[in-house]
């Protein structure tokens, strides 16, 4: 028998939609929303509310729950409450920054793009470089392994390369490129580091300043939250970039990247999930911060995550599958094709056993084709943290029996 890092029992408790059994597979794509989250959002628009402010209740619960969720996604990437941003989407931000960005940009520069990437950190780059008459630079990776090597990030860099943009983590093979690499030779050449932790900060603890990333975003409704997106960057960044504003909308840093009314309640929620996962940790004697008991949740919620897909991919290795997830540092998402039956065929009969695990490319379309499965992806098995081991029974049984 093994230990459970955390109780997973009890996370579970907090999430009605698998009172019925069903297992969801499809973290990747957006977690399971738990009750506490739901009454943050709730609670946030019964309670007065309007724009934020001073003068009235309303107004005053506007701006205590801007100011609760900076400080709690800044305690979760490890950065100041001023060093958050929240968007609509990651995707969003991106296009954001590299609007923003790219209006430095000239003719001949250079943009390092990965072909690991969701799409979402590739053609917002791309179209911002097009625009700009600048040049962009594909960085492969290894199909047979899934490994990024740092090296050929290096490769691509030229005295020209303004910006480098690179995943935190694979969405369709979860594989964790050495980021801090990555960043030191981006560095060197003197080029900005942009990260894409959608998919990292839902499996591993991470620090801003320990990615060496200049900025970095990711979406809470990844690791719980509601549907929403973040964007932190340095200060020196942050301050020194100039996004499209209205004229009379607020010019401080974080405000000055956050276009139009926040959606407050979305702002309850993200604290309220951070907060959640925080309670996965011990307390300690002396009432650790938030800060550190995220850091040493995220720890659990990997060792947990890792036991399982450990199993899983036992699991589907014993069934003939062939996994394309192998890099040595990586998330627990697992891709996996059959010779017996395309993915997709796999995904409706998991789904019609009660199994949630999509098949497709999930928007890593370049990762997809460098991997030769072209448009089709394969089907994507991801451990989420309420995932358990009756979870992996039911998937790996219904497999089973779809293959057989
Ligand atoms: C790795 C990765 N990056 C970016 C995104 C896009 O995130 P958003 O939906 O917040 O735009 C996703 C969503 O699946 C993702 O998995």
């Not at 996370?11 to 019925?20: I, K, N, S």
């Not at 053609?123 to 600048?134: D, F, I, K, T, Y």
């Not at 960057?233 to 607020?250: H, I, N, Q, Y």
């Not at 650790?288 to 450990?310: C, F, K, N, P, S």
Request: glycine residues 8%.
């Amino acid at each position: 028998m093994h230990e459970d890092t955390y109780d997973v029992a009890a996370l579970r408790a907090h999430f009605p939609q698998l009172a019925d059994g069903t297992a969801y597979f499809d973290g990747p794509g957006g977690t399971q929303t738990p009750d506490v989250v739901a009454d943050a959002v709730r609670d946030a628009l019964l309670a007065p509310l309007s724009n934020r402010g001073a003068l009235t209740q309303a107004a005053r619960n506007a701006d205590a729950l801007t100011v609760a969720a900076r400080e709690a996604m800044g305690d979760l990437l490890g950065v100041g409450p001023d060093q958050v941003a929240f968007g609509r989407s990651a995707t969003e931000l991106t296009f954001q920054l590299a609007r923003t960005l790219s209006q430095s940009w000239a003719p001949g520069d250079e943009v390092v793009v990965t072909r690991l990437d969701h799409d979402a950190n590739i053609r917002p780059w791309v179209l911002a470089a097009e625009a700009v008459g600048a040049v962009v630079r594909w960085v492969p990776f290894d199909p047979a392994t899934g490994e990024l090597d740092p090296a050929d990030v290096a490769a691509a860099l030229g005295p020209r390369t303004r910006l480098v943009a690179v995943t935190g983590a694979s969405n369709l093979i979860g594989t964790m490129p050495d980021l801090p690499a990555v960043a030191a030779a981006a560095h060197t050449a003197g080029a900005l580091v942009h990260v894409d932790a959608v998919h990292l900060a839902a499996h591993s603890p991470v620090d801003l300043a320990a990615t060496g990333a200049d900025s970095l975003v990711c979406s809470p409704y990844k690791f719980l939250g509601p549907h929403c997106g973040v964007l932190t960057a340095t200060p020196d960044l942050l301050e020194s970039l100039r996004p499209d504003k209205l004229l009379p909308s607020s010019d401080a840093v974080p405000e000055r990247f956050e276009l139009g009314t926040l959606p407050y309640e979305l702002l309850a929620g993200t604290t309220a999930a951070v907060d959640l996962l925080a309670s996965l940790a011990p307390a300690g004697p002396g009432g650790a911060d938030r800060r550190e008991r995220l850091r040493t949740a995220m720890h659990l919620v990997e060792q947990h995550e890792d036991r399982l897909r450990a199993r899983i991919e036992q699991g589907l290795l014993d069934l003939g599958l062939t996994v394309r997830s192998r890099a040595a540092r990586r998330t627990p998402t697992l891709l996996a094709t059959s010779d017996q039956r395309p993915a997709a065929d796999l995904a409706v009969a998991l789904a019609d056993a009660g199994v949630n695990a999509p098949a497709g490319h999930f928007y890593a379309l370049e990762a997809s084709r460098w991997l030769g499965l072209g448009d089709d992806g394969g089907l994507r098995v991801g451990v989420a943290p309420y995932t358990d081991d009756g979870d992996v029974d039911r998937l790996l049984d219904a497999l089973a029996d779809a293959l057989r």
